[in-house]
């Protein structure tokens, strides 16, 4: 796995022809899909690699409404499946509305290497900042958004970064992937005690060493670089404890990291199938933490 930056911010030359090739080929306001890794030749980690595609979804608001701001949104699952609709490309309309791209990630599932998701998210945001300029996009307004699963494979995109390689042949790998801000939704936090026993399964396997339930409890991975987050939970969450939000959001509160948890006396896991006056509440709450950060106005 790629080490954590302690220091701050942050295929050959890009799927170059053919990447640009499907941008134009893509209808004035239609999402644009493109893989993430070159010829879908995706790593695992070791020095191998798979051949399978790993798509991002690029949703970009109409031009009138864009602010620069992007975020790339990891579906929830369970790190067994992704809902990638209601946790995806309909956060990603949602954010349209409002200014903001959404790009959706299909990242790899587990299936026995706990670095395929990772790998995957990290490449995701390094992709998002080299197309920038392209897609009219602020590369230092990049942010984060996972729900359930999604939400701790978010949450360790934003405590384990680096700057990128510069020795790399790769441009997009010379880019850093960490990101700007974090939104998690109802997130698993935790591998220790309190985990969300299916995800960590997913993810660790049955019988995890030590040192990972400790590398992936990422409220112990908290640095004073981590970017700032929102987060959202409902006290009565019967699959995901709200203590995964309190922990982490007590974590960044003791890096003096900008974080804010809004907690719903009420409410279940996925807020009553993405719907309902816990999921209205949170994306407005959310906004106007977007828009206190200047995340709503235009980049300029």
């Known amino acids: 796995m790629q080490t954590r930056s302690k220091s701050g911010f942050t295929i050959t030359v890009v799927i170059l022809f053919a990447t640009l090739a499907s941008w134009a080929a893509a209808p004035a306001g239609e999402p644009l899909r493109l893989s993430l890794w070159p010829e879908d030749q995706a ?3 070791d020095g191998q ?9 690029v949703h970009l608001p109409e031009p009138g409404k864009a602010t620069g701001a992007s975020v790339l949104i990891c579906p929830g699952g369970g790190y067994g499946g992704r809902v990638v609709e209601g946790e995806g490309h309909g956060i990603a309309r949602w954010l349209n509305t409002h200014g903001i791209a ?16 990772v790998l995957d998210a990290q490449r995701a945001i390094r992709t998002i900042r080299s197309h920038a300029a392209e897609w009219k996009l602020d590369p230092r307004r990049i942010g984060i958004m996972g729900f359930s699963a999604g939400g701790h494979l978010a949450s360790t995109i934003g405590t384990h ?14 880019l850093s992937c960490r990101p700007d801000f974090m939104v998690l939704v109802y997130p698993v936090i935790t591998m220790g005690e309190k985990t969300h026993s299916g995800t960590r399964n997913n993810l660790l396997g049955p019988s995890p060493a030590p040192k990972l339930i400790e590398l992936f409890s990422n409220e112990n991975q908290v640095t004073d670089q981590t970017p700032p987050a929102f987060l959202t939970h409902a006290r009565t969450d019967a699959v995901v404890p709200v203590a995964h939000s309190r922990m982490f959001y007590e974590a960044l509160k003791a890096h003096r990291i900008p974080a804010e948890l809004l907690e719903f006396p009420e409410g279940n896991h996925g807020y009553n199938g993405y719907q309902g006056k816990e999921w209205d509440a949170w994306q407005k709450r959310c906004l106007e933490w977007l828009n206190e950060r200047g995340l709503l106005k235009p980049s300029h």
Do not use: C, H, M
């Open 49 to 57: 690699f798979e051949k399978v595609e790993v798509p991002i979804t």
């Open 161 to 174: 970064f680096d700057t990128g390689n510069e020795k790399s042949a790769d441009a997009i790998e010379r």
């Open 102 to 117: 959404g790009v959706v990630l299909e990242y790899r599932l587990p299936q026995g290497n706990y670095q395929r998701p």
């Open 43 to 45: 790593p695992l980690g």
